[in-house]
């Protein structure tokens, strides 16, 4: 079974500033690495995914997501941040062979001003 | 349709009623999910559907939860009797054919249901 941690519920920053938002995930098997954010009242979107090849992947709006094996991490970055990104950000797992997708419990990113 | 449909988006319910949570999915999508979200909590898998079947189901609460898929489109998640506990943002997910595993998830903008 797979599991995910995001290490961080809340994450104030200012405008401009660098991010980093945590994620460890577990499992016994290969998986599939997904970041989703949701936006103030609005359903959940796709920001980006790890599937296999370039361990360094590029997602919307300037965010990026590193896959790292041996620490079993995928950490959500954006080097420039704005009042915009503020929003819940889910990581998410499934192993390449199920059906079943793994969430974190999130974490909210603040931007201030 | 365009995106995943959900409704009602919000749906207050006294405790011991039936409710029952429609999802209209992203035409040609085979695969449907149901998650619910609690507040402060991450999303919890609750049923999933490829076509008309539900492999799995061991992600339902209780024998209170109970949903079905008709034509492989629409599904509908029915909570019978309902508590106080069960109040969440219960969101619906689609996702490609094909592959449908590797391409991430298509949400829905979820029904808010209030147990009074």
């Known amino acids: 079974a797979q599991s995910v941690t995001q290490l961080d519920s809340q994450v104030p920053v200012f405008e401009e500033a660098p991010v980093e938002l945590r994620c460890n995930y577990s499992?016994?098997?290969?998986?599939?690495l997904f970041w989703y954010v949701q936006y103030p009242n609005q359903g959940l979107q796709l920001l980006l995914k790890?599937?296999?090849?370039?361990?360094l992947v590029k997602g919307i709006n300037g965010f990026e997501a590193e896959f790292n094996k041996s620490q079993t991490s995928f950490h959500l970055r954006k080097p420039s941040v704005h009042i915009s990104d503020t929003a819940e950000y889910f990581c998410?797992?499934?192993?390449?062979?199920?059906?079943?997708?793994?969430f974190g419990a999130g974490t909210r990113l603040f931007v201030k001003a | 349709g365009a995106g995943v449909s959900q409704s009602p988006s919000n749906k207050v319910t006294e405790k011991g009623k039936d409710v029952e949570l429609r999802c209209d999915p992203i035409s040609g999508h085979t695969a449907l999910y149901w998650y619910r979200q609690s507040l402060g909590q991450g999303l919890e898998f609750l049923i999933y559907?490829?076509?008309?079947?539900?492999?799995?189901k061991s992600g339902l609460p209780s024998d209170r939860f109970s949903a079905e898929r008709t034509g492989g489109s629409v599904s509908t998640l029915t909570i019978q009797r309902t508590q106080q506990e069960d109040s969440a943002v219960y969101l619906c997910a689609s996702s490609t054919p094909g592959n449908p595993f590797a391409y991430g998830y298509t949400f829905g903008s979820g029904t808010r249901l209030t147990v009074v």
């Open positions: 998410a797992v499934k192993d390449t062979g199920g059906f079943k997708t793994i």
């Open positions: 499992s016994s098997v290969s998986v599939y």
């Open positions: 559907f490829q076509g008309n079947s539900a492999p799995d």
């Open positions: 790890y599937l296999s090849g370039s361990t």
